[in-house]
């Protein structure tokens, strides 16, 4: 199985600042990398797929990268809606996996 | 508009069998593979099971032998039976869509099943 490896599983960020979170990918998983957003009480939602492609209606102040098998979600200007959880997937191969999650708490 | 809407979901004794549903609609449902997503109270994400379009099936080891995917492509209707439930097992299940680079671009508002004595 393709283990993802995210960190950090929580970090503190004021309104504005810009903040990356990172996930690691045990083997090579091309560009099947996505990252959803949840916040608390609901479904998690889409925000990048294909390492960096923003999907519909996302705002630009998300964007991802990769370097090899490290991927980043970098969050410029953070703003009040994008306090919330955030979790990478890889979508090479199955089973499906998750990294275990980044909370992004207000400071 | 893609919608997926489960149901099923509940209180179940440890040893009992759930079947959830998710109604799909908006999109031609036989053209997509689909997938179960899983989340126990205040945890994160887990993978459950994948069914292509053409009906391949895979499952997370933690439910094999337990679990059966299945889908109704005439009825625009993913299931998932889950029979020897242990406390494990509870979580808020969500029915999910793939869609470009096989991400999960369309998720349900999640059913919540409760194993317990």
């Known amino acids: 199985d393709i283990q993802m490896t995210q960190s950090p599983s929580s970090l503190s960020a004021s309104v504005g600042d810009t903040v990356t979170i990172s996930c690691r990918a045990s083997?090579?998983?091309?560009?099947?990398l996505s990252w959803y957003q949840q916040k608390p009480g609901k479904a998690p939602s889409l925000l990048i797929y294909?390492?960096?492609n923003l999907e519909s209606g996302v705002p630009s102040r998300f964007s991802g990268s990769a370097s090899g098998t490290d991927f980043t979600l970098t969050i410029t200007s953070l703003q009040p809606e994008d306090f919330a959880t955030y979790y990478c997937?890889?979508?090479?191969?199955?089973?499906?996996?998750f990294g275990q999650g980044t909370k992004v708490q207000i400071k | 508009e893609v919608q997926l809407v489960e149901s099923g979901g509940g209180l179940v004794k440890p040893g009992g069998s759930l079947r959830l549903s998710c109604a799909a609609s908006?999109?031609?449902?036989?053209?997509?593979?689909m997938n179960w997503v899983r989340q126990a109270p205040g945890k994160g994400l887990e993978w459950v099971s994948f069914?292509?379009?053409?009906?391949?099936?895979y499952y997370a080891d933690s439910v094999k032998g337990r679990f059966t995917i299945s889908r109704d492509n005439a009825y625009n209707s993913l299931y998932l039976q889950m029979n020897s439930l242990t406390a494990e097992d509870t979580a808020v299940y969500y029915c999910?869509?793939?869609?470009?680079?096989?991400?999960?671009?369309?998720w349900g508002q999640g059913t919540l099943v409760t194993v317990s004595s």
């Open positions: 999910t869509k793939e869609g470009n680079s096989w991400s999960l671009d369309s």
């Open positions: 083997r090579t998983i091309s560009r099947y």
């Open positions: 069914i292509s379009s053409s009906s391949f099936i």
């Open positions: 997937q890889q979508s090479y191969d199955l089973p499906r996996t």
């Open positions: 294909g390492i960096s």
């Open positions: 908006g999109y031609t449902f036989s053209d997509h593979n």
